[in-house]
C-alpha cells in the first residue's frame, strides 16, 4: 500500500498520537519492531521511509524492510521515493535515541502487542528446545549500530557473571554475530555453558541471526521459559510478541532506553518484566549475585 500523505499531530499526548499520527521507520531492527508495537499501541500506520538518496537504492531498502517485519505487522505504508518528504509523522525511534521519548507512552506500549500475520508452521522448529526448560542468554553485543550511546563492548558483561545459570535448564544463545568473525567466540561460548545456538546443529539457515528474517525465530521464542541478557533485538520481539515470557533486561546506564520504566510497565500490565542497569562502575560480582536473585523470583 502506498501513501500520498500522513496527518499531522499538533500536540503530543498520547490521545492525539492515537487520533492522527503515522509512526515512521527507516530500517528493520529492534526499534523497529518497537516502533511497530507502538503503531497498535495508538491505532496508527508505520510509514517506511529508507535514509537513501536515489530511488532505486531507496525502493530496495524499502522492499528489504517490508520483507523483514510484514511477518510482525500489517500496519506497514511504502511511501513512494517522490513523496518522502511531503508526509507528516511521529519519529518516536527518533525521540528514544535523543531522550525526548515521554515515559508516559509505555503504559501503552505494554498493553499493546504484534502477532504473526502468516502461518508459522512452515517456519524453523527448533527441534532440540522441545519439551525443555529453555532460558535464552545474552552476555554480549558483538554486533551493535552505536546509537544508543553505548557501543557493543560497553553493552557487554563478562560471560562468567552468567555462571549461575549453568544447570538451570537448556540455555539458547540470543545474540546476534558474524558467522564466520565471531565463530570461535561463539563455539567456546557454546561449550563452556553447554549452550543451544540457534542455526549451529539444526535449521542451519538461521545461524548468526543478524540479516536473518525475524519471523524464522518466531518458534524459537515461542519455546522459551524465561530470558536473561543484554538488552537488544531479542528484547524488543520478546516484549512486544512474548510479553508472557519471564524477562531480566540487562543494560548498561549510559544508553538512551529507560529500561527501569519500560519494565515498570509491563510489570503495571501484570508481565514478569525485570530491568538491572550496570556502567563501568559496577562490581560484577555483586551484579551477578543480584542477577540470579531476581533470577529466582522468576518462576
Not at 30 to 51: K, Q, R, S, T
Not at 64 to 77: A, E, G, R, Y
Request: proline share 4%; charged share 20%.
Amino acid at each position: 500500500m502506498d501513501i500520498i500523505r500522513g496527518f499531522p499531530c499538533f500536540f503530543y499526548s498520547p490521545f492525539n498520537l492515537k487520533k492522527f499520527m503515522e509512526i515512521v521507520i527507516r530500517s528493520s531492527f529492534g526499534h523497529e519492531i518497537m516502533a511497530c508495537c507502538f503503531a497498535n499501541a495508538f491505532d496508527a500506520n508505520v510509514l517506511v521511509i529508507p535514509n537513501k538518496e536515489t530511488k532505486e537504492e531507496y525502493e530496495a531498502e524499502q522492499e528489504k524492510i517490508v520483507h523483514n517485519l510484514s511477518f510482525l505487522s500489517d500496519k506497514l505504508v511504502k511511501v513512494p521515493f517522490d513523496n518522502r518528504e511531503a508526509v507528516e509523522y511521529w519519529d518516536i525511534i527518533g525521540e528514544l535515541k535523543a531522550g525526548t521519548l515521554s515515559d508516559e507512552v509505555w503504559a501503552d506500549f505494554a498493553k499493546a502487542s504484534l502477532v504473526p500475520t502468516e502461518p508459522t508452521d512452515n517456519l524453523p522448529q527448533f527441534a532440540g528446545l522441545k519439551d525443555k526448560v529453555n532460558i535464552l542468554m545474552v552476555p554480549q553485543k558483538l554486533i551493535s549500530d552505536g546509537e544508543c550511546g553505548v557501543s557493543a563492548a560497553q553493552q557487554s558483561l563478562n560471560p562468567q557473571v552468567f555462571n549461575f545459570l549453568k544447570g538451570k535448564g537448556q540455555l539458547v544463545l540470543g545474540q546476534h554475530f558474524h558467522k564466520l568473525d565471531d565463530l570461535a567466540t561463539v563455539q567456546a561460548l557454546a561449550k563452556e555453558f553447554d549452550m543451544y545456538v540457534p542455526g549451529m546443529t539444526e535449521d542451519t539457515e538461521v545461524f548468526g541471526i543478524r540479516g536473518v528474517q525475524h519471523k524464522m525465530y518466531y518458534n524459537m521464542y515461542n519455546q522459551l521459559s524465561a530470558s536473561v541478557g543484554i538488552a537488544g533485538t531479542h528484547t524488543w520481539i520478546m516484549l512486544a510478541m512474548f510479553p508472557d515470557i519471564p524477562q531480566i533486561i540487562l543494560y548498561n546506564r549510559n544508553g538512551v532506553e529507560h529500561w527501569d520504566t519500560i519494565a515498570e510497565a509491563f510489570r503495571a500490565n501484570g508481565k514478569n518484566i525485570y530491568a538491572i542497569g550496570f556502567d563501568e562502575n559496577t562490581d560484577m560480582a555483586e551484579l551477578s549475585k543480584v542477577i540470579e536473585e531476581q533470577f529466582n523470583q522468576l518462576f
